[in-house]
Each structure stands twice: as C-alpha cells, then as structure tokens.
C-alpha cells in the first residue's frame, strides 16, 4: 500500500518555543491531507484538512493561529505547534489521500509531542 | 449527525476465540466503513473496508457485517491471535470527493490472551 512518513516520531520541547512535524506521502501525490489529534486511550479527532495550494480548513475548536498547517506540494505537509504549552502535549497524526487510490486514507506513524 | 458510536470501549477473548465489535452511526450519507488497527504508539493501519453495496466482506481472519436498514456494521476476528492485541477504530465517510473526512468511532481496546 502507499506509505505516509511523518517526521519526527518523538519531540520534547520547552514551554513556549514552537515545533513543526511533517508529513509526506512517499508514493503518490497527496491532494488532500488531514491531522488529527490522539490522546490515551481517545480516539482520533481531526484537527484540520488540508489541500495541496490552499488554505487549511480548521474544525470548530481548533485554533489556526496556533496550529500553522502548510500544504505546498503534493507530496508534504506540515503542523506547526506554534508557543507551545504542557497542554499541547498529544499524539499528532497525519493522514493523506489521493493519486489513484483516492478511496483510501493512509495514515502516518505519528508523532508523540511533549512540550515541559 | 455524523457519530459513529462504537462498543465496546475493551474486549478480551481467548487465543482461537472470535472477537466481535459493533458500531452504528446515524449519517445515511456514509457510504465507505473502514476498520482501524493500531498498536501503541502507531498510527492507524486500514485493516478492511465495507460500501453499502454488500452485506458481508471477508479477508482472511477478518470480516465485516454491514446491516444497512438497522445502520450498523461489525468487525468479527476468527481464530484471535495475542498479536491482534491492539485498539480498533471504525470509521465512516460521507459520499462525495475521497477528500471527505472520516467520522471515527471510541475505538475498541482488544487483549487477546495467550
């Protein structure tokens, strides 16, 4: 199947400073991504979707000033957790579709964020 | 509504045994049910997928029962194994583009002892 790699897999970061985590789609070309949040034992809830050129679309709740979302090319995108806090501390994935499987979603192997 | 309501939240069954988990959702605007499997720390893996053309799909070990007039679907396990411990997520998605988000149900921690 199609591989999605986000990188890294693990960050901890001080209070305050900002972190960026990317996705790429390693086989095809990715029109639309999405990034999710998990945390233990929860399921996954989908933060925002992007499109490869436009604006990220954010769901209710999820503010957008401080998660930064970047879909330049078909192949990356990334989450940037901007003034990062304790509470920001999840297991952040991302998933992607597209190219000629565009009925399935693939889903990167996350990305464990710890903010101290 | 766009819930997707999952049951039930852990399960443990015994190694050869069948582990079953349901989900119902309220949106007939869904027409693509895939299963999740994760394992901690991973992301999720699709593990097999339904439309509401069919009834019943197979692959291997693993099959889905799609009851389109009562809304639900489940996933049966055969012959459970200790390394399909994991947590299992259903999922839906309305019709339209593949860019249509997926609705995930609580997922279903599932021990499968040796």
């Known amino acids: 199947g199609a591989v999605v790699s986000q990188h890294p897999s693990r960050v901890i970061c001080k209070s305050g400073t900002s972190v960026k985590i990317e996705c790429r789609s390693l086989d095809f070309q990715a029109t639309t991504m999405f990034w999710y949040r998990q945390f233990p034992k929860q399921s996954l809830m989908l933060m925002a979707t992007s499109n490869e050129g436009s604006k990220a679309t954010y769901e209710q709740g999820v503010e957008k000033d401080k998660f930064l979302i970047n879909h330049a090319s078909l192949t990356l995108s990334t989450l940037t957790v901007t003034s990062a806090h304790p509470e920001d501390s999840s297991f952040y994935i991302c998933?992607?579709?597209?190219?000629?499987?565009?009925?399935?979603?693939?889903f990167g192997e996350g990305s464990r964020l710890t903010v101290l | 509504q766009q819930q997707v309501k999952q049951s039930p939240q852990s399960l443990i069954v015994q190694k050869g045994g069948i582990s079953i988990i349901n989900c119902a959702y309220e949106n007939t605007a869904f027409d693509y049910f895939p299963w999740y499997q994760q394992f901690p720390g991973k992301g999720p893996a699709l593990l097999i997928a339904i439309r509401p053309d069919v009834s019943e799909k197979k692959e291997g070990r693993f099959t889905i029962s799609f009851n389109k007039s009562a809304k639900q679907f489940s996933l049966h396990i055969m012959d459970s194994q200790p390394g399909d411990s994991a947590t299992y997520f259903c999922?839906?998605?309305?019709?339209?583009?593949?860019?249509?988000?997926?609705?995930f149900g609580e997922g279903t921690q599932l021990t499968v002892n040796p």
């Open positions: 998933s992607a579709t597209g190219g000629a499987n565009t009925g399935e979603l693939f």
């Open positions: 999922a839906a998605r309305g019709s339209g583009t593949s860019g249509s988000r997926l609705t």
